[in-house]
């Protein structure tokens, strides 16, 4: 009897030894960097905000898994660049890591700044993700870099267009366009040559019933913010002729340098008709675009008082808002515009098309986290990348619109959408109960498919080194054309001038590998 | 750690100092030590102001003459950052914007903060809650301002509403060329005027009231006083006000940098701007280091020739 006790108590004991044991093993499996803790750098956006939003909002999250503290250090946006590299330079370690906007890739390989992530991506400690669920095409100008990964997937920010579905449905406009232009339009709008035709058919019209004239279109035009990529984004389709496969050749597929030589193309007639064509749109709005930010813009849209907008995608989420916005339930999203004339650089003419020349685009931030070499803690900061590429968080983030983040994974779109043997595992319904407008979330989402299945061609964010020099010739000089006080000629003209000088001064030969790695060049 | 250094820095330095004291009490004699104390006591700043002036003043002089980007290692380029610069259209561009924006708004703030000093000099009704009023601008941050004012000039803000209300256009006030400038103008008028305004009362307040007496038994004539006896009287201090207005509007940048980023175009873009964007936009550190020191050589010729031109150096004396 007494032996059959002293047999239980043995076996409890031994139970409750190994019990804890495994438990102790459990929890350092589970919390891998206890005590441990890295400073993020993200777009000052506050906990609700763009971006910045979805690190706070999982930031508890990802603790409690990680055993590690989250430092969330935010920088207000004309600042990114500046507080990153001052840290790099001198060393002082402020930042892990930093969700950061890709156009600085260039200058962060230039300096051997980053780490790439190949190393852990099959490691199984970290939270899984699938490079092949990013759209075919995106990480080549987004998370990598010739063929390595920098970044996992996080935000794909594209411009897309949105115009007031409401007003362009409306039979009443359509006929007095039609009487006034004599042609009916498409909606939405196919070429540039149309919406500049509606955004001025529009444009000084009270086509809302305020009792006060509206406009037709908004864009954030002021100097040092968007006017570059708004005039960007407008050019791909004039200068960009497609290639077969989509990967860029000489003369196919490229926009901002030739990949042979390093040359400029800004001063070609591609660009200068854009260029003009950006005029005529801003003269189709309100004058004070020059003064806006993208907020001004987006405001202009939201309070029901332009018919169009371009740009970044954060706008669908916007008017989603009734505080805010007059547009909900009004929104129409597309792919951007194309033209039915690109300019065959090769042949020196232009190029007649009988569809519209669509182009792919991929510009803007992109926001993705970057991991810092001066890092003690790489592995935790990767940790943090894969947790927000990881399905289900990644999912949350684009559905949830003051995260600001935009689809770019496969999954995220609506079942009905395919890219490949990929398909999208979305329904409306995942949208409708963020809050989302059903036409709205199908006309957002559709702009997202429209423009990553539309064209092979796509117009990649400049990211070599000096982007920042080279966007700022760029943007000034749009600027000052729009703003009447040099002509498209001179302005481009003069960015082509400082472009080389750029190049000259960073080096040509540097350049040019950077800028073929950077666009996917083979020769 | 306390001011980045640790425990065991803090004493050896502590040691450190502690050595030279004791090297001196005993190696050199009483008479020498008295001698050279002056130079000694000296020293402490003298290696405060090499440390954080001379050195990054000479380090910065030497960057004017290097290309560098921070990525790649410097390369010296003798003086082509300072030749480039003048066939640069940018710099030309910044150079008259911030001398149109000085010409302008420093003369306005004088005059008017004199003649406002001279108003509230006197002895009126409620001229203590006005003078109050007045300097209120003086203590708002120029970048807080500066975007505060971004709704204040809105095609929907208050400005365009009172617009409205009269029956005129709305106008789009940083969205052209000149409403843009003359938008910046205004808002440093109005922030800056009341420093004058200050300035220029405390001087007046300090002019002795017999010699007013004296003169008010020749002439009944305000403005005539005004001209023969206040003005040359506090000469010195428009001097003053003038040269700190002058130093301050010549390196304007929070106002421009807020409301427009330097534009639309060119049209707001001032010196210190473009010296900006060059260095910590751009990190093109050595041209725009070069610059940086154009610009002070430029401020030393400027105030070079108004001491001559304004005989500063015998109103001080």
Request: aromatic share 16%.
């Amino acid at each position: 009897m007494v032996k059959k006790v002293r047999f239980v108590r043995v076996i409890v004991v031994s139970l409750v030894f190994f019990g804890l044991l495994a438990g102790m093993a459990w929890s350092q499996e589970k919390r891998m960097f206890e005590g441990v803790t890295i400073s993020i750098g993200v777009l000052a956006a506050g906990n609700r905000g763009p971006i910045s939003g979805a690190l706070y909002y999982w930031r508890d999250e990802w603790e409690k898994q990680t055993g590690a503290k989250l430092n969330i250090i935010e920088v207000p946006i004309a600042q990114i660049r500046e507080k990153i590299f001052t840290d790099l330079f001198t060393g002082g370690g402020t930042f892990d890591g930093f969700d950061g906007p890709i156009w600085i890739t260039g200058d962060l390989l230039a300096g051997d700044y980053i780490y790439d992530i190949e190393q852990w991506y099959d490691d199984p400690r970290f939270p899984k993700w699938n490079k092949d669920d990013v759209v075919p095409g995106l990480a080549d100008v987004v998370n990598k870099w010739g063929n390595t990964w920098y970044y996992a997937p996080n935000d794909y920010d594209c411009h897309t267009l949105n115009y007031r579905r409401d007003i362009l449905l409306d039979e009443k406009w359509q006929s007095a366009f039609e009487k006034e232009k004599g042609y009916r339009y498409n909606v939405p709008p196919r070429t540039w040559e149309e919406l500049a035709d509606i955004a001025e058919f529009f444009n000084g019209k009270d086509w809302n019933n305020d009792g006060e004239p509206d406009y037709g279109i908004s864009m954030a035009l002021q100097k040092g913010q968007q006017a570059g990529w708004h005039f960007i984004s407008l050019a791909s389709p004039y200068m960009m002729v497609p290639s077969a496969d989509g990967k860029p050749t000489r003369y196919k597929g490229v926009l901002w340098f030739d990949p042979e030589t390093m040359e400029p193309l800004i001063n070609q007639p591609g660009f200068l008709r854009a260029l003009e064509m950006l005029i005529r749109l801003y003269k189709a709005g309100n004058p004070a675009q020059l003064g806006w930010e993208l907020g001004g813009a987006w405001n202009e849209f939201l309070d029901g008082k332009s018919i169009f907008n371009y740009g970044y995608g954060d706008l669908g989420p916007l008017a989603q808002d009734e505080e805010r916005s007059k547009v909900k339930g009004k929104l129409g999203c597309s792919i951007l515009p194309g033209t039915l004339e690109v300019w065959d650089r090769e042949k020196g003419e232009w190029l007649k098309l009988s569809e519209p020349n669509f182009i792919t685009n991929a510009i803007g931030p992109s926001w993705s986290i970057m991991i810092f070499k001066q890092t003690k803690h790489p592995e935790v900061v990767y940790h943090l990348a894969a947790f927000h590429a990881s399905k289900e968080i990644s999912f949350w983030n684009v559905t949830h619109g003051f995260t600001g983040i935009n689809l770019g994974q496969t999954f995220q779109f609506f079942t009905n959408q395919n890219f490949g043997d990929k398909k999208g595992e979305a329904t409306i319904e995942d949208w409708v109960k963020q809050g989302w407008d059903k036409n709205d979330a199908e006309e957002y989402v559709n702009a997202f498919y429209e423009n990553y299945t539309m064209s092979k061609t796509i117009l990649p964010q400049l990211r070599i080194p000096g982007m920042q020099s080279y966007y700022d010739a760029l943007d000034d000089q749009i600027n000052a054309a729009v703003s009447g006080q040099v002509s498209p000629e001179v302005a481009l003209q003069r960015v082509y001038d400082e472009w080389q000088k750029i190049t000259k001064q960073l080096g040509v030969e540097k350049q040019l590998e950077y800028y073929r790695e950077a666009i996917g060049y083979k020769k | 750690m306390f001011l980045g250094l640790n425990v065991r820095s803090w004493v050896l330095g502590g040691l450190i100092i502690l050595g030279i004291y004791l090297a001196a009490r005993f190696l050199i004699s009483e008479k020498t030590r008295q001698k050279h104390l002056p130079t000694f006591l000296l020293l402490p700043s003298l290696l405060v102001i090499l440390v954080m002036v001379i050195y990054p003043l000479v380090y910065a002089f030497r960057l004017a003459f290097l290309d560098w980007h921070g990525f790649t290692p410097p390369t010296f380029v003798g003086l082509s950052n300072f030749l480039n610069m003048f066939l640069d259209y940018k710099f030309w561009s910044a150079l008259s914007v911030t001398m149109k924006f000085v010409a302008i708004a420093v003369p306005v703030e004088v005059v008017v903060g004199l003649l406002v000093a001279v108003l509230l000099n006197r002895e009126i009704r409620a001229r203590n809650f006005l003078r109050t009023i007045i300097t209120l601008p003086i203590f708002v941050c120029p970048v807080a301002l500066g975007f505060v004012s971004l709704s204040l000039y809105d095609t929907n803000g208050p400005i365009n509403a009172l617009l409205k209300f009269f029956g005129f256009q709305p106008i789009a006030w940083l969205g052209t060329p000149n409403t843009a400038l003359m938008s910046i103008l205004f808002l440093d008028i109005w922030q800056w005027t009341p420093f004058c305004f200050l300035v220029f009362l405390s001087g007046l307040q300090n002019l002795p009231s017999e010699v007013y007496e004296a003169a008010y038994l020749e002439t009944n004539s305000s403005f005539a006083i005004f001209r023969s006896l206040t003005l040359p009287i506090i000469k010195p201090v428009i001097a003053t006000i003038t040269m700190l207005r002058l130093l301050e509007a010549l390196k304007v940048f929070d106002l421009p940098m807020s409301l427009t980023k330097g534009g639309p175009g060119f049209a707001t873009e001032t010196y210190s701007i473009m010296t900006y964007k060059i260095g910590l936009r751009q990190f093109s550190f050595g041209e725009a280091s070069a610059r940086a020191f154009f610009f002070l050589f430029l401020l030393l010729i400027i105030f070079t020739i108004l001491f001559k031109i304004g005989k500063f150096s015998e109103i001080y004396d």
